[in-house]
């Protein structure tokens, strides 16, 4: 079900699996390239730059501003991704990139889920503390008495 600018609802089916195993593969490299807030933010333009467009809102200043988003957000989206064909089911092997976030962390020792060189323990419980903060404040906000 879609519904249209002016509200009508409609059925409507397009099928396009290359299409879909290439949206697959770009999303992958990206999750590879891109910050966690990159990632939210083009998500969100994304989709609302769908709705405009969708609605022939392209002349509207804005879309050049997201435009110019979405375009810069994308110049380090390049690599090569494997992916298996299973059954009707897109399958996501692996994802090389000269611009992975993941292997400039490594080559800065900084490794997901063992010890790291880039902070120390005592580093690591300031920086916790400090995260926590803000919501430790809403709490006794919210809980006067306790």
Do not use: C
């Amino acid at each position: 079900m879609g519904s249209t600018m002016v509200g009508n609802l409609a059925r409507v089916g397009f099928e396009a699996p290359g299409m879909l195993i290439l949206i697959a593969a770009h999303r992958e490299l990206e999750k590879l390239v891109l910050s966690n807030r990159q990632q939210a933010t083009k998500a969100t333009l994304g989709n609302t730059y769908g709705d405009l467009l969708h609605e022939a809102v392209y002349f509207d200043p804005i879309m050049d501003d997201f435009r110019a988003f979405l375009d810069s957000s994308q110049t380090r989206v390049t690599g090569t991704v494997r992916v298996k064909l299973h059954k009707g089911n897109i399958v996501l092997l692996g994802s090389k990139s000269p611009y992975s976030l993941l292997d400039a962390a490594t080559r800065a020792g900084i490794v997901y889920g063992h010890g790291s060189s880039a902070w120390t323990g005592e580093q690591a419980r300031a920086f916790a503390h400090m995260y926590a903060m803000p919501g430790s404040i809403a709490r006794l906000a919210a809980h006067p008495a306790e």
